[in-house]
């Protein structure tokens, strides 16, 4: 079974770019994580969902964040307009479960550099 | 600030030889998970523990938990060279439903 897909794996872009990353969950997991992972912050949650509603955006960082989940197999983390403080790897993670106290499933990961 | 803090942050030990890994956290959980993550890869669940549990095992893994110390071990027996990857503590609030990770430790196997 495939796991968590991410794209792009690599983003390179230049301040004030707009940035747009994707995630497609484990089929059938019913809840989806977004984190943001840096040398100086560790691994943050940055917003969840669960059956595509959000249920914590708190750890969003900014207006400049926001997130979507049209579908139970697909969404979205976009960063407009991004910035050099940004770049991070960004990871979605799903998991089979209304909480947060499952195992979750992690993507390969998104490696955003903004210039 | 991060619910759950690691020690020690890095760790490098002969192979064949046990590793201990320890994670604290400050408030009330209902668990605690153990993740790993290899370089340039995403997480990998390991084991979770309940609040109403104290030790778990898992082939080579042992993982403590005592709330009276708000604190967690994970020792890996027998180490591999396969073993070196950082490896992360996730507690979840009893307040909330979040999960926050720990720093993480840097394991390193030496052959």
């Known amino acids: 079974d495939a796991g968590v897909i991410q794209s792009p794996r690599h983003e390179v872009t230049e301040m004030g770019q707009e940035v747009t990353l994707r995630c497609k969950p484990i089929?059938?997991?019913?809840?989806l994580f977004w984190y943001r992972q840096t040398m100086m912050r560790g691994l943050e949650l940055l917003i969840y969902?669960?059956?595509?509603?959000?249920?914590?955006d708190s750890g969003m960082p900014e207006d400049r964040f926001s997130a979507k989940m049209p579908n139970a197999s697909f969404s979205t983390l976009k960063i407009q307009p991004s910035e050099p403080r940004d770049s991070a790897v960004y990871f979605c993670?799903?998991?089979?479960?209304?909480?947060?106290?499952?195992?979750?499933?992690f993507g390969p990961g998104t490696r955003l550099l903004v210039l | 600030s991060q619910q759950g803090e690691e020690d020690p942050q890095a760790l490098s030990i002969q192979e064949g030889e046990n590793a201990t890994m320890n994670c604290s956290y400050k408030t009330s959980i209902n668990n605690l998970q153990w993740y790993r993550q290899n370089s340039g890869r995403g997480l990998v669940h390991l084991i979770l523990i309940r609040s109403n549990e104290r030790e778990k095992h898992s082939g080579r893994l042992r993982v403590t938990l005592d709330t009276s110390k708000k604190s967690s071990s994970l020792l890996i027996t027998a180490s591999r060279a396969a073993d070196t990857a950082s490896y992360f503590c996730?507690?979840?609030?009893?307040?909330?439903?979040?999960?926050?990770f720990g720093s993480g430790t840097r394991l390193s196997i030496r052959p």
């Open positions: 996730a507690s979840e609030y009893s307040s909330a439903s979040k999960i926050i």
């Open positions: 089929s059938g997991h019913n809840s």
């Open positions: 993670a799903s998991s089979l479960s209304t909480g947060v106290q499952e195992t979750q499933y």
């Open positions: 969902f669960n059956n595509n509603v959000p249920i914590d």
